[in-house]
């Protein structure tokens, strides 16, 4: 079994920062891509950055330029350095984690949420 536990929420004022971290522990062979994803009330959950295990990132349009995403594989741990934010970016954010647990054996699994409130 794999957990992902979230934590760095919280409430923020409109341009301020806020650092969210996922710790993943468990039966852990390898850990592939990881990500954040966001779902905000009455809207689909959507995706906010991910990092590949080589590195690579990727983010969603509205969030270049302010957010990071980060890991320290030697911690199974990914980051989020969310800095510049906006009203619009209050979610529930959770994160995400592609986990090899045996090498025939390849699972994704999400975290409980953290929320994030931006007030203006």
């Known amino acids: 079994q794999v957990q992902l536990v979230e934590s760095g929420g919280g409430l923020v004022q409109a341009g301020g920062s806020l650092r969210l971290s996922c710790a993943a522990s468990?039966?852990?062979?390898?850990?592939?891509?990881m990500g954040w994803y966001r779902q905000a009330p009455g809207r689909q959950r959507e995706l906010v950055a991910t990092?590949?295990?080589?590195?690579?990132?990727n983010y969603a349009d509205s969030v270049k330029g302010r957010f990071t995403i980060s890991r320290d594989n030697a911690k199974n741990t990914v980051y989020l350095q969310m800095n510049s934010l906006k009203p619009e970016d209050t979610a529930v954010y959770y994160c995400n984690a592609g986990v090899t647990i045996t090498p025939l054996h390849s699972y994704d699994y999400w975290g409980q949420g953290t929320q994030v409130t931006v007030s203006s």
């Open positions: 468990g039966s852990i062979f390898s850990i592939n891509a």
């Open positions: 990092i590949t295990a080589g590195g690579s990132t």
